[in-house]
């Protein structure tokens, strides 16, 4: 058994939901496979010790995960690899599941676009731009023209909205992941999901630390992570397999309290805030550092 692994629990639990992604774009029985590949990614990203059940063989213990899954399991920790995941791979074009998030695009049309070289939404995008989609079997202008607007921001319309328990997931694998991250001092979910409304869009984390871009970047490279848009010096949006989208706010620690506040609140709430706060003469962005203390 090798000494060092080759995944960490969060490479591991990427590659399990890319699996799930895949036999979710296959349809039929595979749909039911693939609800098993995701459960078992939550299982992973949550375990405190993953060494330790590889090499005593007990990740049969862990909920939702029999044989075939512990096999694949190991296999990514052990080699970074998994024989499931190639061979699905192979079946798909280039790129499948990050393009696959752009609402109107068909598996079919994936594949016309890996033929032309596109297999991301940066490819996409400047594809649509500069007139070299249109000219594409199965595209034209008005679809060009569609997917320019459609991209121009980081921020897609979803193709659903998440149930509040499947965004609760996204959300805390991502502070998990912020929380390994050098240099962070404190971390929370924000938005519509610390709300606790029952659908999500987006999903808003706040987060602090002395060098918020540093912080930005490091999380960009979160495995789970399909692709991301920087959105300012402090600010990217991530999407993942799964639909999800984060929208990541890093600031100095001074500025944690009122950011998680103004990321929370409804706008309706907070202009209310903002008309009190001018009509006692206070600095609405000088407010106190904490929650509790604003």
Not at 173 to 202: F, H, M, P
Request: hydrophobic share 40%; proline share 4%; glycine share 8%.
């Amino acid at each position: 058994m090798a000494d060092k692994p080759q995944l960490d629990r969060f490479g591991v639990a990427a590659a399990l939901q890319e699996i799930a992604q895949l036999m979710d774009l296959k349809g039929g029985q595979f749909r039911f496979k693939a609800k098993a590949y995701n459960a078992g990614a939550r299982a992973i990203q949550g375990v405190a010790d993953l060494d330790r059940l590889v090499k005593e063989d007990r990740l049969t213990t862990l909920p939702r995960i029999g044989d075939a899954l512990a096999s694949q399991i190991k296999q990514l920790y052990l080699t970074g690899q998994s024989s499931v995941l190639n061979g699905l791979r192979q079946e798909f074009p280039k790129g499948v599941i990050e393009l696959s998030s752009v609402p109107g695009l068909s598996v079919e049309k994936i594949r016309q676009l890996d033929e032309a070289g596109i297999s991301s939404i940066a490819q996409l995008k400047a594809a649509a731009e500069n007139g070299r989609l249109e000219t594409l079997k199965g595209f034209g202008p008005k679809t060009a023209q569609r997917l320019v607007t459609q991209l121009a921001t980081p921020i897609q319309k979803p193709k659903r909205r998440l149930h509040l328990h499947q965004a609760w997931n996204t959300a805390d694998q991502c502070v998990d992941y912020l929380k390994t991250i050098d240099g962070v001092v404190e971390v929370s979910v924000a938005g519509s999901l610390r709300r606790w409304e029952e659908t999500i869009g987006v999903i808003d984390i706040v987060a602090s630390a002395n060098d918020p871009a540093q912080v930005v970047e490091k999380f960009r490279e979160f495995p789970l992570i399909l692709s991301s848009q920087v959105d300012g010096p402090n600010e990217c949006v991530a999407h993942f397999a799964d639909g999800a989208q984060v929208w990541l706010t890093v600031v100095p620690p001074e500025e944690f309290g009122i950011t998680l506040f103004v990321k929370t609140g409804s706008q309706a709430h907070i202009e209310k805030v903002k008309d009190y706060a001018e009509r006692k003469k206070l600095n609405f962005a000088r407010l106190p550092r904490t929650e509790e203390e604003l």
